[in-house]
């Protein structure tokens, strides 16, 4: 357990993200904003599985490189323009990456000519190799201190985000670079769908009559410092990640447990290292996947837990990002508190008995500082962040 001192306040410079909604902030907020959902069968994927995906269009994947990262440097290099970071090579950065995808040697005909007793071509292993996403930020910016690639499923993003945190605090690091990517493929895709948790119509979370998630793909990038790090850098800081809590309820490898005990616990450690109540939390953007026992257990987290509060699930714009799906929430979560609304949860239609939950059926005015994000992971992993929004 790493020892640190709670009482630094930990700032967020800045973010990047690139997902289905948008290639960048600002895009994703307008579709957003206009409810619109940017699916599609991903022909590229070249899966007998048409979706709907969440992909992202126009990615160049150079020969030998991983999409997963390809993914990562378009956010990563949005984050640090807004960060405006000086020379980071005399600087202790520490980076933490999430992912679920890119810790597989996911190349079909690699396996296929071994399974045969081919010839191997061990290209698509120098590509493995060399897709450790913390170890190639770290290369690629020629910084040094520590770095870590988080594999935690669904909750990666979100976790790299809260170690990333820790660190700083512990005083192991001046500033860190943490976040998730992770890539549409057809190992995860095939997965998904051997699971029978993967729709093949819009996902509707939280609806009464959801049939599953899509997934997508697609990277979020926070810059962390501390406010002496920012100061005479910029003017006042804007987010703040305030609390992070996680813990694993061990109850089944793909289902939460129905009294969502360990949830509450994420929920609660986050909350008293924020020092906040339900009452401070301006909105949640859930985890959301459109499963049927992950949203009746979140939804009814959520609606005993924060009664009253309201909930988006940014998924229904990004679809399930997996490993990516904590960060890329974490940016529209700050984005949504800096701009004051969140936006209708589309798709959702009928309310759910079982659940009693209803998110956003519209684009919601919020005005409260502070906001949480949820994910809730394989293996009985969940997570939750609590950002605030800082000065008016």
């Keep these: 357990m790493i020892s640190t001192d709670d009482q630094i306040d930990i700032y967020i410079s800045g973010v990047g993200v690139i997902s289905a909604a948008g290639s960048d902030l600002s895009s994703a907020l307008i579709s957003m904003e206009n409810g619109q959902r940017c699916a599609s069968d991903a022909g590229w994927l070249k899966s007998p599985l048409k979706g709907p995906f969440f992909d992202v269009p126009d990615i160049n994947v150079p020969t030998g490189k991983m999409r997963t990262l390809c993914l990562l440097e378009k956010a990563l290099k949005q984050a640090l323009e807004m960060a405006a970071l000086p020379d980071m090579t005399k600087l202790r950065v520490g980076i933490a990456m999430g992912t679920t995808v890119a810790c597989q040697l996911n190349d079909l005909p690699f396996y296929s000519d071994y399974r045969e007793q081919r010839h191997n071509d061990l290209s698509s292993v120098d590509t493995f190799l060399k897709g450790n996403l913390a170890e190639a930020v770290a290369l690629m910016l020629g910084t040094h201190g520590p770095h870590v690639t988080v594999v935690n499923a669904c909750s990666s993003g979100a976790d790299a985000i809260g170690i990333a945190a820790d660190w700083l605090k512990a005083g192991y690091c001046d500033v860190a670079i943490a976040g998730g990517a992770d890539e549409l493929n057809r190992v995860s895709v095939s997965g998904f769908h051997a699971l029978g948790v993967s729709s093949d119509k819009l996902c509707a979370p939280f609806d009464r009559d959801r049939e599953g998630l899509n997934l997508g793909e697609g990277a979020g990038v926070l810059i962390l410092e501390s406010r002496k790090r920012l100061h005479g850098r910029k003017d006042k800081p804007w987010l703040r990640l305030c609390g992070y809590g996680a813990s694993n309820d061990a109850y089944h490898l793909t289902r939460p447990l129905p009294e969502g005990t360990s949830l509450k616990r994420s929920i609660q450690t986050a909350f008293d290292q924020a020092g906040v109540t339900f009452n401070d939390i301006a909105f949640v953007n859930a985890h959301g996947t459109a499963t049927r026992e992950n949203d009746k257990v979140e939804g009814q ?20 990002t997996l490993g990516a799906a904590g960060a890329i929430e974490a940016v529209y979560s700050g984005a949504a508190l800096l701009s004051g609304w969140i936006p209708a949860t589309t798709g959702y239609k009928n309310k759910d008995e079982e659940i009693l939950l209803v998110p956003t059926q519209e684009k919601t005015t919020v005005s409260k500082a502070y906001a949480l994000s949820t994910s809730i992971a394989f293996g009985g992993n969940n997570a939750a962040l609590v950002l605030k929004r800082e000065g008016d």
Excluded: D, F, I
């Design 301 to 320: 987290v959520l609606l005993e837990y924060l009664p009253g509060v309201p909930v988006v699930s940014s998924k229904a714009y990004t679809g399930h």
